[in-house]
């Protein structure tokens, strides 16, 4: 009798841990489309067998643990490739912009250079003829425009820049503030014995998701903590406790900042990585330079126009006359040249002054107008390109680092994809894998039964034994 | 290795993605039939695409000048061309004075019409081309000869522009010839000014070069040696209006050049122009027959992997259990 009832009992603890798998592999089935779930295994252990008459026999069979798989080069490898990504990513939305801006077609600043100096060239043939002066007038307002608009689209893609950054800081306080609790509550759940799975696969999604914003790195301490740095090594979450990354407006300008409590820290491109860092190189390297270079043209552009053109004499014999307004130039440390293009403007209004001829009372001398149309072909700016050429170089810059971006993109966006996929194939969720568990389960469960019905009826001949 | 329902999909996605992204560059090939229409496309190709580009508007721009060039020159050459009959004229007039037996009634008749000649070569120095004094110089709104009304036979003095019987009104420092430019830093010259023509002053100092003629000093002395019936003054001064024709044809002979040139240099722009074209469409256009087929392989591809993916679905354990 006492071998029957530990039968009993064996068949019992089957019956429940049957159970418990089962719920185990529909809990995985429930969650096969949750993002960052990691499939969860039923450990099963025998109970510790008992020593009967010299024999050793089990006494059924437990739920031991349920173990979240867990491939720490995976996740290791997820958050490098995301912050590759992010940092690719994020630089595809401006560049689309300035390649929209220093387009190639024939709505840009080199088209409306030609015009200008066309207009010159076309004025050489009828230096007194007025609507062929109103014509040089015009075509200069709109190269004018054309400087102004471009310096003033530059501007708008850097406050875009800075108003994406700025929308994205209270997500990534709050998740560096999720992932502070979440250390928190995963050592005081372990240190009492339990599995955090759960927590740890919200953790780990959390640490992925600031990868491709901030790129962070991150080791894990002794007690199970995950510790968070920005790449150039400022902590943004340490054991149980966040920073906050604030943004500081001054006008125009926005300065990201980390506060460490009581101090806060200047953040610039180098101390960040991801998505931040593509948006910060944007907004801090590639935008001032190109704004540098249109200052430049616009500068080379109004004093080498001016330099000739007020050394010629106009209509009304005046000489000396500037054509453009004679640019701010500032002194060092600004160059010389800055904010030329968004100050560039005509400093004549009407056609009878423009300085066509070299001496006075020659409506007809065209010796200056062919002076000023040559400069088209002259190596102006630098002494070393043409204005045309120097804009062609501005355009080809910002097609490399489009080209660039959008094949690093690329090549980042399949390594990532990559490593889910192997993600996915070492701690994911198949649904071949999970039915073919159920089965498992199931049939266990049915065989536990079998069991406890056999024994029943053991016992039920057994107690028919005496009628 | 296990590939759950994440990976399929997954990979399908970017897949379909990535062939997605593909045929629409295709599609905007074909449909702008350029290969370059952003810089990214090919960063290298910029530079050139602009130069050309600017090269192409600079060689229309060329075009239009010297074909304003070509019209100056011949409005220049009709005038010439008449100037040349009426100094034929005036040879003629002189000769039939010299050997006509004429009596001076009919000489005074021939001295008028030397002084007719004269008149109307005043009027072709003063003529006037889309209002402006085509032989004006830079001064083109000045009307360039005007008839001196002090003049004197006996104080004519070829070294002092004042005695002249036709005066020149055009500051000598815009006594300049129009010139055009026809390539970069390449000028022609598409008309004469006046003093080098009629007053035979080619260097531009206010007087007549030596060995040049004052045309219409020429003329004036013709007239008054026929007036006076002095038929030894009129043989001597018959080579001048020859010298004179010579002058008027060198020069025209030199308009003529030009126009040549502008010709020959409109026909070189044409060829250099198309030249310049082939060079930009070898830069941004696109090969159409290869970005067809290129589409067509890609639709197809693109086709299958749709189809795929929606056969993924069928295919499920749960159909067997």
Do not use: C
């Amino acid at each position: 009798m006492p071998g029957l009832i530990s039968a009993l009992n064996a068949g019992e603890t089957s019956l429940y841990t049957h159970q418990k798998a089962l719920e185990v592999t529909g809990n995985n089935i429930s969650n096969v489309n949750t993002p960052g779930y990691s499939r969860q295994e039923a450990i099963l252990s025998p109970y510790p067998t008992l020593n009967f008459g010299g024999y050793f026999i089990g006494q059924g069979v437990r739920v031991a643990d349920i173990q979240r798989q867990h491939d720490s080069f995976v996740a290791r490898q997820l958050q490098e490739k995301s912050a590759t990504f992010g940092e690719q990513d994020s630089k595809a939305g401006p560049l689309a912009e300035l390649e929209r801006i220093f387009n190639i077609g024939e709505n840009n600043i080199a088209a409306s250079i030609d015009s200008f100096f066309d207009s010159w060239q076309e004025l050489s043939t009828d230096p007194s003829n007025l609507v062929l002066r109103d014509q040089v007038i015009q075509r200069s307002g709109l190269l004018v425009d054309n400087f102004r608009t471009t310096d003033q689209e530059l501007k708008t893609i850097q406050r875009y820049v800075n108003e994406t950054l700025d929308g994205k800081l209270s997500a990534i306080n709050t998740k560096a503030q999720e992932l502070a609790a979440l250390n928190n509550r995963i050592a005081s759940l372990e240190t009492s014995g339990q599995m955090a799975n759960t927590q740890r696969d919200r953790r780990d999604v959390l640490v992925q998701e600031l990868s491709q914003t901030l790129g962070v790195q991150t080791y894990t301490d002794n007690a199970g903590m995950v510790n968070v740095t920005l790449p150039g090594g400022l902590p943004l979450v340490q054991a149980d406790s966040a920073m906050t990354l604030q943004g500081v407006w001054s006008g125009q300008d926005y300065q990201l900042k980390l506060s460490l409590g009581n101090t806060s820290i200047d953040l610039e491109a180098r101390h960040l990585g991801g998505e931040f860092k593509g948006l910060m190189e944007v907004k801090d390297t590639l935008i001032p330079d190109l704004q540098s270079r249109l200052d430049k043209l616009a500068y080379t552009l109004a004093t080498e126009i001016n330099a000739v053109h007020s050394g010629g004499i106009d209509l009304n014999n005046n000489t000396g006359i500037n054509f453009f307004t004679p640019p701010p130039s500032p002194g060092p440390p600004a160059n010389i040249w800055d904010g030329a293009a968004s100050s560039l403007q005509l400093a004549v209004s009407n056609g009878f002054q423009i300085a066509a001829a070299s001496s006075p009372n020659a409506p007809g001398d065209n010796s200056n107008v062919l002076a000023i149309a040559g400069l088209a072909s002259q190596k102006l700016v630098d002494g070393a390109t043409t204005l045309i050429d120097y804009y062609s170089s501005m355009a080809s810059k910002v097609g490399l680092e489009s080209s660039q971006a959008k094949l690093v993109r690329v090549g980042a966006e399949d390594a990532l994809v990559q490593m889910q996929n192997l993600r996915e194939s070492r701690v994911g969720v198949s649904l071949e894998q999970e039915m073919i568990d159920l089965i498992r389960f199931q049939r266990g469960f049915e065989a536990s039964a079998k069991l406890l019905s056999t024994v029943d009826e053991m016992m039920e001949t057994l107690l028919t034994v005496k009628r | 290795m296990k590939a759950t329902q994440w990976t399929t999909y997954r990979s399908m996605q970017l897949q379909l993605g990535t062939m997605g992204d593909r045929l629409h560059e295709l599609r905007t090939l074909a449909a702008t039939g350029k290969k370059v229409s952003r810089p990214s496309d090919d960063p290298s190709s910029v530079r050139p695409i602009l130069d050309v580009r600017a090269q192409v508007r600079l060689a229309d721009r060329y075009l239009e000048t010297m074909g304003t060039g070509l019209d100056r020159a011949k409005v220049v050459e009709g005038h010439m061309s008449s100037m040349e009959n009426a100094l034929v004229r005036a040879k003629e007039l002189a000769l039939s004075a010299v050997n006509g037996g004429y009596d001076p009634q009919s000489m005074a008749t021939v001295a008028d019409q030397i002084a007719n000649i004269r008149a109307q070569l005043v009027d072709t120095a003063n003529a006037r081309f889309d209002g402006k004094y085509v032989f004006a110089g830079y001064e083109e709104q000045t009307k360039p000869f005007t008839v001196n009304p002090t003049y004197n036979p006996a104080t004519y003095n070829p070294a002092n522009p004042a005695t002249y019987p036709v005066l020149y009104n055009v500051g000598l420092a815009n006594s300049q010839p129009n010139m055009l430019e026809i390539s970069p830093g390449e000028t022609v010259q598409v008309g004469l000014t006046g003093n080098s023509l009629f007053l035979g002053d080619a260097d531009n100092d206010g007087v007549t070069d030596p060995g040049a003629y004052d045309i219409f000093a020429v003329l004036t002395q013709i007239e008054e040696a026929i007036r006076a019936d002095d038929k030894t003054a009129i043989s001597a001064k018959l080579d001048t209006i020859d010298g004179a024709a010579d002058q008027a044809r060198r020069l025209r002979s030199k308009i003529g050049n030009n126009a040549a040139r502008l010709e020959s240099a409109m026909q070189q722009m044409e060829i250099t122009k198309i030249d310049l074209k082939e060079t930009l469409s070898r830069y941004e256009d696109a090969d159409l027959i290869e970005t067809l087929t290129d589409l067509t392989q890609q639709e197809t591809a693109f086709e299958a992997a749709l189809n795929i993916t929606a056969k993924i679905s069928e295919l499920s354990i749960l159909k067997f259990i």
